[in-house]
């Protein structure tokens, strides 16, 4: 499986969501964290699976729950960087897609580095 890692705002939005599901049915939350794991997953076995957008990213949505899992896949590794609602303020992520950039970058950096 390929390593990913899942920016602190991606993380945030996951987290509010989760909250958000939990309030309005108990163990609503718990099933799109699962959900969001499960999709998390499927993307660390398949990265290339779905399409590269003209961004850069890639993009899973969640079953069930109207969520996109937005990604971007560089140097051998998965940057997460959006939780986003499918209806909500779209592309407003897009400016975390520089952020994962740089952070693979100095990943790899590290990496031969070591």
């Known amino acids: 499986m390929t ?3 899942i920016l602190h705002e991606a993380e945030v939005e996951l987290w509010d969501a989760v909250a958000y599901y939990e309030s309005k049915a108990p163990g609503l ?3 799109f964290e699962a959900e ?3 999709s998390v997953n499927a993307i660390k076995r398949f990265p290339e699976r779905w399409p590269l957008r003209e961004d850069g990213t890639r993009r899973y949505l969640t079953h069930r729950f109207p969520y996109l899992v937005v990604y971007v896949h560089f140097n051998s590794s998965l940057w997460i960087v959006s939780i986003a609602h499918c209806k909500r303020r779209p592309g407003y992520w897009k400016d975390r897609i520089k952020t994962a950039e740089q952070n693979a970058q100095r990943s790899l ?3 031969k580095k070591d």
């Open 3 to 5: 390593p990913a890692t």
């Open 36 to 38: 969001v794991e499960r």
């Open 29 to 31: 939350g718990l099933d």
């Open 109 to 111: 950096i590290n990496e």
